[in-house]
């Protein structure tokens, strides 16, 4: 069974308006790297509204090296300088479960467009949910904006009605959450793969876990 039943988004930052297509963008944002904000100002010419949500836990990945707190604050920073930008955490972790969070918060009547890469999309769309045709039906609720991550999406047959290309400005292939890290652990030059106003918090953060 993959609905995990709906609670409330926590808002740290709300867009003011009506958002007639809210673009939602999940991640662990460990920690919100240029990527993040390459993809969401793009996604801007497709919906009112970019809603960054930061679940508390994913089925497909544990947190470490910041707390959830850390990186709400951080993205925070990297964000304040937008503001169709809004920032929620999240007790779902699954796309079904921060929809229904979303149709909520915003309406019935607010289309809801899920970002994420390639690499995302080709994860989510293939994960196990219980029932073969689960993600197919998921998709009566919100549909995909896919950027491009070493390659453009092909999006199984069932699902291309439901799947749009998200055209981006730079190739951020190469920039991760992970590599940030990794070269943080190396001794290696990182600041230039997050946004300039979280480069402290981020050197404060990662580099006491050395």
Not at 74 to 90: G, H, K, V, Y
Not at 91 to 110: K, W
Request: net charge negative; charged share 25%; glycine share 8%.
């Amino acid at each position: 069974m993959y609905y995990k039943g709906t609670v409330a988004l926590e808002f740290r930052r709300r867009a003011g308006g009506t958002s007639q297509r809210l673009g939602v963008l999940p991640a662990a944002f460990n920690p919100p790297t240029r990527a993040h904000l390459a993809i969401a100002r793009a996604a801007l010419i497709s919906v009112d509204e970019v809603l960054f949500v930061l679940p508390r836990e994913f089925p497909h990945k544990s947190y470490a090296e910041a707390t959830l707190e850390q990186r709400l604050e951080m993205l925070l920073a990297a964000t304040n300088d937008e503001p169709r930008f809004s920032i929620a955490a999240s007790d779902g972790g699954l796309f079904i479960d921060i929809a229904d969070e979303c149709r909520d918060s915003y309406g019935p009547e607010t289309a809801l467009l899920f970002i994420c890469g390639r690499d995302a999309a080709e994860r989510i769309v293939g994960w196990d949910y219980g029932t073969p045709d689960a993600f197919v039906r998921m998709l009566d609720r919100f549909e995909l904006l896919v950027a491009p991550r070493g390659g453009h999406y092909d999006a199984p047959p069932e699902i291309r009605g439901c799947a749009h290309p998200l055209e981006l400005a730079e190739d951020i292939s190469s920039i991760s959450a992970t590599d940030v890290r990794d070269r943080i652990r190396r001794g290696e030059p990182w600041e230039h793969l997050v946004p300039s106003g979280i480069v402290a918090p981020v050197r404060r953060i990662y580099a006491s876990e050395l």
